[in-house]
């Protein structure tokens, strides 16, 4: 992994500080300035909870047709992010992705990440955060969407519930499994290890009585909450030391991820193997021999009837 310095590719690990794992902001933050088909690209990871938010999104609005994806490689070196020789950046033939950060901005400094949402017409980024690219997707993308040409994941009566519903997640559970695996110093490990399995008991108790977090209906903070979650056994517990319960021990988040897995536009945007590969690849500082541990095997269990 790396960094951009005015526009130079730096590798480096990321931001710790005191012992904390420092998550910078996104920085490009716009919505798309004109809806065509084909106009505007997204570059993910089918490895990233972040991406996979955007690409479970696009499947969901029937907007495969409408936006087209380039899936890196599931291994971030120091090269960063690259793409495979099977699926090339097709707007400008780049081979990292940090070349697309500096196609939109020369000067460019921070964090090379994914999702990346890019206008060809403008050759620019529009957005790099995912939560907003959600609802791009949903709101913005809804005219050209083939699934109803109305949000439907983030519906106006619900927007200020799903939004704080987002917020909720986001530190304890979404980051938090971060800030648990990077944390350099005991006390910061165990802080953000208590807060996020205090987190996940409290959504387990709201789960026993409905099946989404914002009620009968899936929204984009099902989908939020859906990517960090399928990771949890898989990679979580054991890589980012998570361990004081499994995910499958909370038995209505357990129900809930697999009522989402099963979703016939979900399940074939989940990739386990890309997911594993990823996270023991790419973080040396935590797993200096990059092996990928043979377990655990959960597939068949996400699979089993509700
Ligand atoms: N807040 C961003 C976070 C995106 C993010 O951190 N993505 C990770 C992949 S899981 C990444 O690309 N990291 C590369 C890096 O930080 O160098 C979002 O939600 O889109």
Redesign the pocket.
Known sequence: ???LVDGTWYPTG?DIEQGKFK?PP?TFRGRPSAIEPGRYHLYA?D?????HRTIITRSLRGLSQAISVTVVDPR?GDD??VFRPEDPDPIAGATRLHEIYTRADPHYSG?????VLWDRAANTIVN????EIMRILDLDFAPIAVNPPEPILAPAELVAKIDATLDAIYEPINNGVYRTGFATTQETYETAARELFAALARWNDVLAHQPYLCGDRMTEADIALFTTLLRFDLVYHYHFKCNLRRLRDHEHLWRFTRRMYQHPGIQPTCHLPEIKLHYYWSHPMINPTRIVPIGPEIEADLLAPL
Request: hydrophobic residues 40%.
């Open positions: 992994m790396g960094k990321f998550r996104s990871a490895a990233c909870p972040w991406a971030m960063g992010w964090r090379v990440t994914v999702p790099n955060e995912s939560r």
